[in-house]
């Protein structure tokens, strides 16, 4: 009863202290933090800006947007959003104006003029074939134009939200019948909104999956209120501490309920199963008590602290979100842990009966069927070993195989409204992804207008269209263009690279345009620059294929004496984020396997017991890749994840195993005699914790997220797969270990 009075203390002092729930979603969480590409990113915007910072709007009609009411209705629009509090500025063709040089100095037109009929025609004429304008600032049909909305550098969650509603509703209340959004202020808030309502979602159902589970297993109302009591207070007191410390719930966290509630139950059916098997053995309720809590504490806590174990070697990883996501759910395991242990003592004597019915015709299913699989087990080793080696031999290719590859939107299906309006303004605008090239004069010229800079520029730029398929390209060598055009009276055909003399000829007008420029382009010593366009969502593995044929584009065709240029942008350190966590997870998941190798190897005295621990969890995290290789499963920033947490949580099964074994060889009995007794005891709990723990995975099957999914898809099997290795393999390795064990018990006899 101490324990209940300290568990009701603690949760008093939670009520007390009133955690208040937050929810936020920022994908640079998943930068790698200690690259030194995002330190690079990070001063290229103290210069640039950041390059994320915009929301696309496009603004259409079905008889296309050459029509006077419709750029009435829509110039209306980008007044009313310019005039918001975090909107830097709006830019389109409703306020264009080019640059005209001529015998008299600058003068400008309005590069979209709606004022008369006949002028609209002539501007749709000239729009349509720009290169700059035509696929960027109006769609190539005609059918769209385009508002960029430049918010405030690096605002905050909340005025983001603010900023895309006030937005929204601007669009909503106009005359415009069609619109798009695309932009990180309008992806950040859906992803919060759709995470709120999933994390209410699977934290109720999977409540109401343990209740069924419960009452399958004890079919009584005590065997289903104490571990509710327990596991709600568990998974409470969880997300109390998480708040408390000022964390947010964000996108990794919607796992986190589910994870808890199925390794908690686990637990709970192991001490429950061995407390009801006391009952039926006429042992006396105290006793029973005591006696199931001294032969299955070590089990417990061990199999708690390897799980919080494979979660903690997320920590390892560089990205914050994921550090943050192992620590946690490695405290809410030991939470989880904790509450078990105080609460469940207290509950059973208030709510448990004194003594437990018993039903014969399950007792014989147990006993006859289990029976039954360990004689075909080992009758069929050869089968079994062969079977197990063919499937893991496959998996070690498939994994060859597997390629690293993640899109921006990742965490949500390719049909969802969200995806679907950035797909379109890849389709119609050549891109919704911020592509940035960071741009440095070398010691032969003079800066990034020179000349025989602008020249080399050229190519790159080239480059750039033609294999990342890019929208228009905004840079030094862009505004040069523009005022080659504008030399040449405004003609869209001029807008080219210019010969010496029309550059002589501009260059007097180039600092006034540097100044007018919508973009910042350079900096006070134009020294550097910056290439900057927009691309379609291609995934990682093409982008880095890209990256890779730019690196030897560069090193072939551009003289670094005269233009250097790295690669840079929020874009490049999403997709290099999927490569450097994948990597740096098969570095934690080996620390993982390393570390519970040594802790079996200390518990049991033998590093030949060790590895027999280890083999039939580490083959279940091959044969998964088998199944994403099958399946076209990527590997990626949120199923690299995957294999960590279902290492550590596949990994209980065989540690109550060994852990019941040790104990049978312990009271003196020959191992295959122990194997035997070990495998029908432990078995059935095994069976039954397994049943829970892919029943509570599989529920996340049914979230929009794409890391909840794949987490609950993979885990689901890797955990059926141990279970596989655990009733099959496991038994077969052991036997040969008979040796090994009476020359350690002869030792301890001496």
Same mark, same amino acid.
């Given at each position: ?53 915009y929301l696309l709007i496009a603004l259409g009609q079905e008889r296309g947007v050459f029509d006077q009411e419709f750029l009435d209705e829509a110039l209306a629009i980008q007044d009313k959003i310019q005039a918001l509090d975090l909107v830097e500025a709006v830019f ?197 008590? &005591? %006696?199931?809590?001294?032969?299955? !504490? /070590? *089990? =417990?806590? +061990? ?7 494979? $979660? @903690? ?16 759910? &490695? %405290?809410?395991?030991?939470?989880? !842990? /904790? *509450? =078990?242990? +105080? ?7 208030? $709510? @448990? ?398």
């Amino acid at each position: 009863m101490l324990g209940l009075g300290l568990a009701a203390l603690i949760s008093v002092l939670f009520v007390i202290l009133q955690p208040q729930v937050k929810f936020d979603y920022d994908f640079e969480q998943f930068f790698p933090q200690d690259d030194e590409e995002l330190r690079f990113y990070q001063e290229f915007r103290t210069t640039f800006g950041n390059d994320n910072d915009y929301l696309l709007i496009a603004l259409g009609q079905e008889r296309g947007v050459f029509d006077q009411e419709f750029l009435d209705e829509a110039l209306a629009i980008q007044d009313k959003i310019q005039a918001l509090d975090l909107v830097e500025a709006v830019f389109s063709l409703l306020e264009l104006e080019e640059p005209i040089i001529g015998a008299l100095g600058v003068s400008y037109r309005n590069a979209l003029d709606w004022s008369s009929d006949q002028k609209l025609e002539q501007s749709k004429k000239r729009l349509l074939s720009h290169p700059q304008y035509a696929g960027n600032l109006i769609s190539q049909d005609g059918d769209y134009l385009l508002l960029m909305v430049s918010n405030k550098q690096l605002i905050s969650k909340e005025e983001g939200d603010a900023l895309n509603l006030a937005i929204k509703e601007i669009l909503s209340d106009s005359g415009i019948p069609l619109f798009f959004t695309a932009g990180k202020i309008k992806a950040q808030g859906e992803f919060v909104d759709l995470l709120q309502a999933e994390f209410g979602f699977f934290l109720a159902i999977s409540f109401v999956l343990i209740l069924l589970l419960l009452f399958l297993i004890f079919r009584s109302w005590w065997g289903v209120l104490l571990p509710v009591i327990v596991l709600s207070v568990g998974i409470g007191w969880t997300i109390a501490l998480i708040l408390l410390t000022g964390k947010a719930l964000d996108v990794m966290s919607v796992m986190q309920p589910t994870i808890l509630l199925v390794i908690g139950l686990s637990a709970l059916v192991h001490l429950l199963s061995y407390y009801l098997k006391y009952l039926r053995n006429g042992v006396e309720k105290s006793k029973a008590i &005591a %006696l199931t809590f001294k032969e299955l !504490f /070590l *089990a =417990v806590f +061990l199999t708690c602290f390897t799980t919080a174990l494979g $979660f @903690s070697t997320l920590y390892f990883t560089s990205a914050v979100s994921l550090k943050q996501f192992g620590i946690y759910t &490695a %405290l809410g395991v030991m939470v989880m !842990f /904790l *509450a =078990v242990l +105080l609460i469940t003592p207290g509950l059973l004597h208030l $709510f @448990s009966p004194l003594k437990a019915a018993e039903n014969d015709r399950f007792k014989e299913f147990w006993r006859v069927y289990l029976g039954d699989a360990l004689r075909w087990t080992w009758g069929n080793r050869k089968l079994v070993l062969s079977g197990f080696s063919i499937l893991t031999m496959f998996s070690i290719f498939a994994l060859s195989d597997l390629k690293i590859n993640g899109y921006l939107l990742d965490n949500l299906p390719r049909d969802h409204e969200l995806v679907q309006e950035f797909e379109f303004f890849d389709r119609e605008f050549g891109g919704s992804k911020p592509l940035e090239i960071f741009l440095e004069a070398g010691e032969e010229v003079e800066d990034v207008f020179d000349l025989e800079f602008l020249r080399v520029l050229d190519k790159v730029e080239h480059f750039v269209n033609e294999h990342y398929e890019s929208g228009v390209i905004i840079s030094p060598l862009s505004l040069v263009k523009a005022l080659n055009q504008a030399q040449n009276g405004g003609n869209p055909k001029a807008y080219d690279l210019p010969s010496r003399g029309q550059y002589q000829r501009i260059q007097p007008y180039l600092d006034q345009a540097l100044l007018q420029s919508n973009f910042k382009l350079s900096d006070s010593t134009k020294r550097i620059g910056r290439l900057s366009t927009r691309t379609a969502d291609m995934g990682s593995h093409r982008s880095f294929e890209i990256k890779r044929d730019l690196e030897t584009f560069v090193k072939q065709e551009v003289d670094p004496e005269i233009l250097k240029i790295q690669l840079t942008g929020t874009s490049n350190l999403i997709d290099k984020s999927h490569e450097t966590i994948s990597t740096q997870m098969a570095r934690g998941l080996g620390v993982a396997i390393i570390l519970v190798g040594i802790i079996a190897g200390f518990l049991f005295r033998s590093w030949r017991i060790s590895l027999m621990v280890l083999i039939p969890n580490v083959l279940p995290l091959l044969w998964m890749c088998g199944v994403m290789w099958l399946l076209d499963i990527e590997l990626k920033l949120t199923t690299a994840v995957i294999f960590t947490v279902a290492f550590g949580i596949a990994v209980d099964d065989s540690i109550h195993f060994m852990t019941k074994l040790y104990n049978e060889l312990g009271k003196g009995k020959r191992l295959l005699y122990a194997l035997k007794r070990t495998y029908m005891e432990t078995g059935k709990a095994i069976i039954l914790t397994t049943i829970i723990l892919v029943s509570g995975f599989a529920i996340l099957t049914l979230s929009e997220f794409g890391v909840t999914f794949y987490a609950g898809l993979l885990i689901s099997l890797a955990l059926f797969f141990a279970l596989l290795a655990d009733l099959l393999l496991l038994p077969i390795l052991l036997l040969p270990m008979d040796k090994v064990w009476r020359e350690k018990s002869r030792r301890k006899n001496e």
